[in-house]
């Protein structure tokens, strides 16, 4: 089946650093969605990119739909206190959705 | 707010016994999703239904079952519960297959 491969797994950075992740896959999507999580609240939809080579901001994050259509990547920038939690990307090929093992983000004070 | 609503949000439950969760998806969505995830671990497709019906299956055990009213609300049931079903099980909804899924907040299942 289709697989995405999201990295990286963790992350501990300082307050006001940028951070990078990413996505990729052996298989071309239509779409990449990228989700924060919040410690015991469900996923929130943060980015949702729909052509290859779009670039979306959204406030602090950047994410773009790699031209292939096999990768992903999300920016942050300026790191923030809460800013903390588990980062997911997804990607829809027709009506199959697959998400990313997640990538724990902290963010020290 | 996501739109969608997750009942309950905490259940406590001994092993062996049976229970349903219970999902509103946002109004006017069609596609109702159901996910597991346990401790520290990815999200875990079930299953997937489109406006009353079966759409798409994923990792669901025999031990488990769902559906979807015509009101479009939709349940999961659990049975025969074991220690190693405790997770937060989530709901999401989209208007039609392949949008972005909108996810409830989830319940928390503890199996005793």
């Known amino acids: 089946g289709q697989q995405l491969n999201q990295s990286p797994q963790s992350m501990f950075i300082q307050e006001g650093e940028d951070v990078s992740m990413n996505c990729t896959s052996s298989?071309?999507?239509?779409?990449w969605l990228w989700y924060k999580q919040d410690p015991g609240e469900g996923p929130v939809l943060l980015i949702a990119l729909y052509k290859a080579g779009e670039l979306t901001s959204n406030g602090r994050l950047t994410a773009q739909f790699g031209i292939t259509r096999k990768d992903s990547f999300l920016n942050i920038s300026a790191s923030i206190p809460s800013d903390v939690g588990i980062y997911f990307c997804a990607g829809t090929s027709g009506s199959r959705l697959t998400f990313g093992e997640g990538t724990q983000l902290t963010v020290n004070p | 707010d996501s739109g969608v609503t997750q009942t309950p949000k905490h259940l406590i439950t001994a092993t062996g016994q049976r229970v349903t969760l219970r999902c509103s998806p946002r109004s006017g969505d069609l596609s109702v999703y159901w996910y597991q995830q346990s401790l520290d671990q990815g999200l875990q497709f079930l299953i997937q239904y489109y406006n009353g019906e079966e759409r798409a299956k994923g990792n669901i055990l025999e031990r488990f079952s769902a559906q979807q009213f015509p009101d479009l609300h939709s349940e999961l049931n659990l049975s025969s519960l074991e220690l190693g079903d405790s997770a937060l099980y989530f709901c999401?909804?989209?208007?039609?297959?392949?949008?972005?899924?909108?996810f409830g907040n989830g319940t928390r299942l503890t199996v005793t």
């Open positions: 298989s071309i999507f239509n779409t």
């Open positions: 999401a909804s989209s208007d039609r297959t392949g949008s972005p899924l909108h």
